[in-house]
């Protein structure tokens, strides 16, 4: 199959073209050998179908980043067809220097001109065939985001992919031109295919073409003995650079007309909105806002604060399908609305028909009919009545992601970040967090110091996932029920906060003890705004919906059975027919010896006799956190007859929820409950997140710590949080060791100076 590769700058427009070109055959990998992600898919209106290869996005093709060197890689060493190269019309030359480089390489090659639609809106022009003619290579005007002019570029590139090309440079007639077609001559006569390419790298003394040719070196080395620059030294590389954007201003400025009269400056609508977003008072505080806005209208079944001014079943929908499904006293908020009308139409009618069925069929052995009711559907109706939250979740932060908003954060966070030892680009990471973890880790790979990167790694757990969400979630709505705090979104919004500042104080704990070192500079550029295309947002919803149920009916429905297995039998192996005894199965045993653990974190041996169910959700959600409430699920099915003997005011049949169950018969308090948010939140996380961070970890020693600083983390913060909660005068106490830490630390610093 013929195979094009998509290479430009990052937010210039190329994943977005992407998706519109693959649609639906679209999927996603990781480059062997390396954890970034590699996406490709099929388009498939041309004369033969074409495999579209998605590369990294990049400022340039020297080994800087891991993006940069598998972009490399894959145009010299897969050789694809043609390269479409994606520019931003909008920062044309800045673009461009990705360019100069690419069609140094010995392949074929079409220059994607993006984003026309908001130059023509600036009243900007571009001469497409004046720069088409200017620099050797097809020039076709689209807009990735309208799908424009996407037929022609595949058209053109088609037949560009069908003629060899040979690689020419714009340093041709510059300083180091000689020296350049010389090398290049010595690289010909070694057979190396794209010797332009690797010949402009060797000049640059590029380390991978360096080790690779290093015969060649001595050639670049004599040449530097006769040869000294005013400005530049013999810093080739800077010369080189210098070099290209020179030609660029002199050669292709003239292709661009801008509609700004003499004399005047113009200022965007970026710029404008910029002036408000990233005000260096309300920036942070406009973020905050931002934030709580999209927990409460996923969460909140108040969405209006309205619930005073109604009874408390004030319902005008009363007697059809959507009783108690919008209105309860007040207006639920969309994501409300849309949980309870997936739960009490969609998951809830479709499990019990198949409950229902299940337990119709005659012969079938009780055994059975627990596994597939109480272990099985149990445990699944509990994790995935969370998922249209999650994908809301989901979609927000990623409208705040394409809209080009996230990186003004990271901007604005820079000042801040910088007194607790990161730079901004840290946050980009961090903030990726929210959606998975395991990209976030790969991402601190565009950290260049490696004490920066570690202490990011470790905090990323900290900046909840999706996983996490019916953690929150189940709890925070427990917690609703049982207290004065009517706002889950409030109680959830609170938690993602709490980690979000549990990150910020580790690592200003870690920057100032074991990992101190100097900030280094943060260079960013912020795209201009821009309008989140509907179909891509809905390619990443249904690409996370898809992982999200593929998890649910493969991991956590193993955890769910295994669960129920371990509650329904005994040490002798026999199933335990009275559902009241419970206690004796190997689960409760299990749980009732880690239990007291958990004590000092309020959901230990205080709890009596079913206390253990909490120590052992906590334990299973070291394998997925989505096991968390699927052990919940499981275990509430498992146990309703003996909590229901037990606990008279307990129905499990009447619709209480697993964990309002759970927290009934245990007797869990709030500060407990919290305390357990907090620890599912901080401590390990998943077993892929492990993974990851054991790959990214620079050695043993380092990962082994990270797993310890997990560990004590979770537990410090949980235990405040309970103990606090309980005894509010022991916050005295707590403040005491805090101010003996500080105080230690600036005394250690003071004399231990970094040299």
């Given at each position: 199959?013929?195979?094009?590769?998509?290479?430009?700058?990052?937010?210039?427009?190329?994943?977005?073209?992407?998706?519109?070109?693959?649609?639906?055959?679209?999927?996603?990998?990781?480059?062997?050998?390396?954890?970034?992600?590699?996406?490709?898919?099929v388009y498939?209106?041309?004369?033969?179908?074409?495999?579209?290869?998605?590369?990294?996005?990049?400022?340039?093709?020297?080994?800087?980043?891991?993006?940069?060197?598998?972009?490399?890689?894959?145009?010299?060493?897969?050789?694809?067809?043609?390269?479409?190269?994606?520019?931003?019309?909008?920062?044309?030359e800045r673009n461009l220097y990705l360019t100069t480089q690419i069609m140094e390489i010995d392949v074929p090659m079409v220059i994607a001109l993006n984003m026309m639609d908001e130059v023509a809106k600036s009243g900007d022009k571009i001469d497409?065939?004046?720069?088409?003619?200017?620099?050797?290579?097809?020039?076709?005007?689209i807009s990735a985001l309208k799908c424009q002019g996407m037929d022609e570029l595949m058209e053109r590139a088609y037949e560009e992919s069908k003629k060899p090309r040979e690689g020419t440079?714009?340093?041709?007639?510059?300083?180091?031109?000689?020296?350049?077609?010389?090398?290049?001559?010595?690289?010909?006569?070694?057979?190396?295919?794209?010797?332009?390419?690797?010949?402009?790298?060797?000049v640059e003394m590029d380390e991978i073409e360096t080790e690779a040719h290093s015969d060649c070196v001595k050639m670049v080395e004599a040449f530097k003995k006769t040869f000294n620059d005013d400005i530049f030294g013999t810093d080739f590389e800077a010369m080189v650079a210098d070099g290209r954007y020179k030609y660029i201003s002199q050669n292709f400025s003239s292709v661009l007309t801008r509609n700004v009269k003499k004399g005047e400056e113009r200022l965007t609508n970026s710029d404008k909105i910029d002036k408000v977003l990233t005000h260096r008072i309300w920036g942070?505080?406009?973020?905050?806002?931002?934030?709580?806005?999209?927990?409460?209208?996923?969460?909140?079944?108040?969405?209006?604060?309205?619930?005073?001014?109604?009874?408390?079943?004030?319902?005008?929908?009363?007697?059809?399908?959507?009783?108690?499904?919008?209105f309860n006293g007040g207006i639920f908020s969309p994501g409300v609305m849309i949980f309870n009308v997936w739960n009490e139409i969609i998951v809830g009618k479709l499990f019990g028909l198949i409950g229902s069925g299940v337990e119709s069929i005659s012969g079938i052995a009780p055994w059975a009919v627990s596994l597939i009711n109480d272990g099985v559907l149990g445990g699944l109706t509990a994790v995935l009545s969370f998922l249209p939250q999650i994908l809301i979740l989901f979609l927000f932060f990623s409208i705040l992601e394409d809209s080009g908003y996230m990186a003004r954060v990271a901007f604005i966070l820079d000042k801040l970040f910088r007194k607790f030892g990161l730079s901004g680009r840290a946050f980009m990471p961090m903030i990726m967090g929210f959606g998975c973890s395991v990209p976030a880790m790969a991402n601190t790979r565009t950290l260049?110091?490696?004490?920066?990167?570690?202490?990011?790694?470790?905090?990323?757990?900290?900046?909840?996932?999706?996983?996490?969400?019916?953690?929150?979630?189940?709890?925070?709505?427990?917690?609703?029920?049982?207290?004065?705090?009517?706002?889950p979104d409030i109680i959830t919004y609170s938690m993602y906060l709490l980690g979000i500042v549990v990150a910020i104080l580790s690592v200003l704990l870690m920057r100032n003890t074991t990992m101190r070192g100097d900030v280094p500079p943060f260079i960013m550029e912020l795209p201009s705004y821009r309008t989140p295309q509907f179909k891509s947002?809905?390619?990443?919803?249904?690409?996370?919906?898809?992982?999200?149920?593929?998890?649910?009916?493969?991991v956590i429905l193993a955890s769910t059975i295994v669960i129920w297995f371990l509650t329904n039998f005994t040490w002798e192996w026999k199933m335990i027919e009275d559902k009241t005894a419970v206690s004796q199965s190997i689960l409760a045993s299990l749980g009732r010896f880690i239990q007291p653990l958990f004590t000092p974190l309020g959901f230990g041996s205080q709890l009596g006799k079913y206390g253990w169910v909490f120590a052992v959700a906590a334990v299973t959600g070291l394998i997925a956190k989505e096991d968390v409430i699927g052990s919940f699920g499981t275990l509430a099915a498992c146990l309703a007859a003996a909590i229901s003997v037990e606990v008279a005011d307990i129905d499990i049949d009447g619709g209480v929820s697993a964990v309002q169950a759970m927290v009934d018969a245990t007797g869990a308090t709030v500060p407990g409950l919290i305390s357990f948010i907090a620890f599912n939140m901080l401590t390990i996380p998943c077993f892929a997140t492990v993974a990851t961070a054991?790959?990214?970890?620079?050695?043993?020693?380092?990962?082994?710590?990270?797993?310890?600083?997990?560990?004590?983390?979770?537990?410090?913060?949980?235990?405040?949080?309970?103990?606090?909660?309980?005894?509010?005068?022991?916050?005295?106490?707590?403040?005491?060791?805090v101010a003996a830490v500080v105080v230690g630390i600036v005394l250690y610093n003071r004399s231990h100076k970094i040299a």
């Open positions: 199959m013929i195979k094009f590769a998509l290479a430009g700058n990052p937010n210039c427009g190329k994943t977005t073209l992407f998706n519109s070109l693959t649609g639906s055959t679209a999927h996603v990998g990781n480059w062997p050998g390396v954890t970034v992600d590699k996406r490709e898919g498939k209106k041309c004369a033969e179908p074409i495999s579209i290869v998605d590369l990294p996005g990049i400022y340039s093709l020297s080994p800087y980043t891991p993006e940069e060197v598998v972009s490399r890689n894959f145009i010299l060493d897969e050789q694809p067809d043609c390269v479409i190269n994606i520019v931003d019309a909008t920062n044309l497409a065939k004046k720069l088409e003619s200017k620099i050797g290579l097809p020039v076709i005007e440079t714009v340093l041709k007639h510059s300083a180091l031109g000689h020296l350049i077609g010389d090398v290049k001559i010595s690289l010909e006569g070694k057979g190396v295919s794209s010797p332009l390419f690797h010949s402009v790298k060797l942070i505080p406009i973020f905050l806002a931002v934030l709580f806005a999209i927990f409460h209208l996923t969460f909140s079944e108040n969405f209006l604060f309205l619930g005073g001014f109604f009874a408390e079943d004030w319902d005008p929908l009363k007697r059809t399908w959507f009783e108690g499904l919008i260049a110091d490696e004490k920066e990167r570690t202490a990011t790694i470790r905090v990323i757990p900290f900046f909840s996932c999706g996983a996490k969400l019916p953690i929150l979630t189940a709890i925070a709505g427990a917690i609703a029920t049982m207290s004065s705090i009517k706002n947002l809905m390619m990443l919803i249904w690409d996370k919906a898809k992982h999200f149920i593929k998890k649910a009916f493969t054991k790959a990214e970890l620079s050695s043993k020693k380092t990962f082994n710590l990270t797993l310890l600083f997990w560990i004590g983390a979770s537990y410090v913060v949980s235990a405040a949080i309970y103990l606090i909660g309980t005894w509010p005068l022991t916050a005295i106490i707590f403040a005491g060791v």
